[in-house]
């Protein structure tokens, strides 16, 4: 069965610093990118980050871009988000999930599939 | 980046009634459209892909069609669990998800 477990959310003041890590089980990791998507409390899904298979490439939503890193590690089957510089709008339930991609590049068939039970980070003073 | 809007963003239904939620991109996204189904406290779950193929285990009363810029997914015989929100997800270029559609029972 394929498994996704997220931790390391927590209460964070603004402008400070918390890695999230996904833990896979169940499936070849190295074969799928892996996405995080968050949802603020009452709002709707925003897709965060994406990284390939091996791990060279990465992808960011405008939103985060200079702020958040993902990154992977193969020998622990875990997908990480360190999310620096945050802001009370980062805000949100952060889940990791499975990236089926088509092609390496968009535009190209991607869906995610299974998604984690999310890890809660809320940014406040 | 391409804007997808659901309408309508809430629905009440009886169980057994047919719904069809739809999907609008402001550009075409040839069929680069995906669903899911999420229930309050629980993360989104993958119903339809690549705009009409039905995942895994998903019931057969879920549909989805469209391409272009205009999707729909429907529910032909709503039942107890698909009491839900519903979202679109687009993947042409970046990753963007429509706003969601909460069914509600009636």
């Known amino acids: 069965e394929v498994q996704l477990l997220e931790s390391g959310g927590g209460l964070v003041q603004p402008g400070g610093s918390l890695r999230l890590s996904c833990v896979a089980s169940?499936?070849?990791?190295?074969?799928?990118?892996m996405t995080w998507v968050r949802q603020a409390p009452g709002k709707g899904l925003e897709w965060v980050s994406s990284?390939?298979?091996?791990?060279?490439?990465?992808y960011y939503a405008d939103s985060v871009k200079g702020r958040f890193t993902i990154s992977r590690d193969s020998s622990k089957n875990t997908v990480f988000l360190q999310m620096n510089s945050l802001r009370v709008e980062d805000t949100a339930v952060y889940y990791c999930?499975?990236?089926?991609?088509?092609?390496?590049?968009?535009?190209?068939?991607?869906?995610?599939?299974?998604w984690g039970q999310g890890t809660l980070v809320t940014v406040s003073s | 980046d391409i804007q997808m809007t659901q309408s309508p963003s809430s629905l009440s239904a009886y169980v057994g009634d047919r719904v069809t939620i739809t999907c609008r991109a402001s550009?075409?996204?040839?069929?680069?459209l995906n669903w899911y189904q999420q229930k309050p406290g629980k993360a989104p779950k993958l119903l339809i892909y690549?705009?009409?193929s039905l995942q895994s285990g998903v019931p057969s009363r879920f549909s989805g069609s469209g391409s272009g810029t205009d999707f729909t997914l429907t529910i032909s015989s709503l039942q107890p669990e698909d009491f839900a929100t519903y979202y679109c997800?687009?993947?042409?270029?970046?990753?963007?998800f429509g706003g969601g559609t909460k069914v509600e029972i009636k």
């Open positions: 999930a499975r990236d089926y991609r088509s092609v390496p590049a968009a535009p190209q068939y991607n869906w995610f599939d299974p």
């Open positions: 169940g499936f070849t990791f190295s074969s799928y990118a």
């Open positions: 990284i390939s298979g091996n791990g060279d490439t990465t």
């Open positions: 550009q075409s996204i040839t069929t680069y």
């Open positions: 690549a705009a009409s």
């Open positions: 997800q687009q993947s042409y270029s970046p990753v963007g």
